[in-house]
């Protein structure tokens, strides 16, 4: 009778999975730490329960089968956002509050992978750099590599190397050296024929021909879901959540599939009371 439970539940996932919907969602600081905690910046009111549960509820509605969120305190506060009954939630391992993990929908077979810890280009430094969050998911007929990132903000569209014009910012140095990490991740997919999904928070915008794109385009092929658009998100403005895509993933995206969940507040206090950012998704179908 166990195995028969079993056989369906992988069933369901399948079926579930024939058509993918994968989101990126910062939450902002996330964390049921107290005000004056000494790991929190001073300006940073904690979430109340009630907007947890906001978030929450938003969650629900989103209904991604994949969610890769960042600013997030670990699993247990991850978890009151997607319930357990649902969702199987992991983060890394860093020893800071800003963590970054996956949510993934009950029944998708998942294993994780080591995190992505050369994204920390600043160990030594008092404020740690986050680490990618890095999962596989595994069908019969097919595998998505998947690695969820939050890099260093700072830098949303200034140069990452230096030219005429002068030298280069010290957060955008710091950005520039989490650039070869990425290449580094995105080649080995590459070699190995997996197709996988880089996401998350870039903090950067990425429009034209933007650096850190075209470097990280160097090491493979790469489709960037949000390419040409704007974000409806707090009144609109240019991306830098995002979605970007290699390999045979590529031809597995839905055409016009990209969507962004706007919360239904508008105040500037609601905008502190969940989060900076909306949900940011797009849709798969997998191979038969």
Not at 28 to 56: F, H, I, Y
Not at 226 to 247: A, K, M, N, Q, Y
Not at 261 to 266: G, H, L, N, P
């Given at each position: 009778?166990?195995?028969?439970?079993?056989?369906?539940?992988?069933l369901?996932?399948?079926?579930?999975?024939?058509?993918?919907?994968?989101?990126?969602?910062?939450?902002?600081?996330?964390?049921?730490?107290q005000?004056?905690?000494?790991?929190?910046?001073?300006?940073?009111?904690?979430?109340?329960?009630?907007?947890?549960?906001?978030?929450?509820?938003?969650?629900?509605?989103?209904?991604?089968?994949?969610?890769?969120?960042?600013?997030?305190?670990?699993?247990?506060?991850?978890?009151?956002?997607?319930?357990?009954?649902?969702?199987?939630?992991?983060?890394?391992?860093?020893?800071v509050?800003?963590?970054?993990?996956?949510?993934?929908?009950?029944?998708?077979?998942?294993?994780?992978?080591?995190?992505?810890?050369?994204?920390?280009?600043?160990?030594?430094?008092?404020?740690?750099?986050?680490?990618?969050?890095?999962?596989?998911?595994?069908?019969?007929?097919?595998?998505?590599?998947?690695?969820?990132?939050?890099?260093?903000?700072?830098?949303?569209?200034?140069?990452?190397?230096?030219?005429?014009?002068?030298?280069?910012?010290?957060?955008?140095?710091?950005?520039?050296?989490?650039?070869?990490?990425?290449?580094?991740?995105?080649a080995?997919?590459?070699?190995?024929?997996?197709?996988?999904?880089?996401?998350?928070?870039?903090?950067?915008r990425?429009?034209?021909?933007?650096?850190?794109?075209?470097?990280?385009?160097?090491?493979?092929?790469?489709?960037?879901?949000t390419?040409?658009?704007?974000?409806?998100?707090?009144?609109?403005?240019?991306?830098?959540?995002?979605?970007?895509?290699?390999?045979?993933?590529?031809?597995?995206?839905?055409?016009?599939?990209?969507?962004?969940?706007?919360?239904?507040?508008?105040?500037?206090?609601?905008?502190?009371?969940?989060?900076?950012?909306?949900?940011?998704?797009?849709?798969f179908?997998?191979?038969?």
């Amino acid at each position: 009778m166990i195995r028969l439970l079993a056989m369906l539940l992988l069933l369901t996932g399948a079926a579930q999975a024939a058509e993918l919907r994968v989101a990126t969602w910062n939450l902002e600081w996330l964390t049921s730490r107290q005000p004056g905690d000494p790991a929190l910046p001073e300006n940073v009111r904690p979430k109340r329960p009630e907007d947890v549960d906001a978030l929450r509820r938003y969650a629900l509605t989103l209904d991604a089968d994949v969610i890769a969120f960042q600013e997030v305190d670990g699993p247990e506060i991850a978890a009151r956002v997607f319930p357990a009954d649902r969702y199987v939630v992991v983060t890394t391992a860093d020893d800071v509050v800003q963590r970054v993990g996956f949510a993934v929908r009950r029944g998708i077979p998942m294993h994780r992978n080591p995190d992505l810890v050369g994204l920390d280009v600043m160990p030594a430094a008092a404020h740690r750099l986050r680490s990618g969050a890095d999962i596989t998911l595994d069908w019969p007929g097919a595998r998505l590599r998947l690695l969820a990132v939050h890099l260093k903000s700072g830098c949303s569209y200034e140069r990452l190397s230096s030219g005429a014009a002068g030298g280069v910012s010290r957060v955008c140095e710091t950005l520039r050296r989490q650039v070869a990490p990425l290449q580094g991740w995105i080649a080995q997919r590459w070699e190995e024929g997996v197709p996988f999904v880089l996401l998350g928070d870039f903090n950067r915008r990425m429009e034209g021909r933007d650096e850190l794109l075209s470097a990280l385009t160097t090491a493979a092929p790469l489709t960037r879901a949000t390419e040409g658009r704007g974000s409806p998100c707090w009144g609109g403005g240019s991306f830098i959540d995002h979605i970007l895509v290699g390999g045979a993933a590529r031809s597995w995206i839905v055409p016009d599939s990209l969507r962004v969940m706007v919360y239904r507040e508008t105040s500037d206090a609601a905008r502190q009371q969940l989060s900076d950012h909306c949900p940011v998704s797009v849709r798969f179908r997998l191979p038969d």
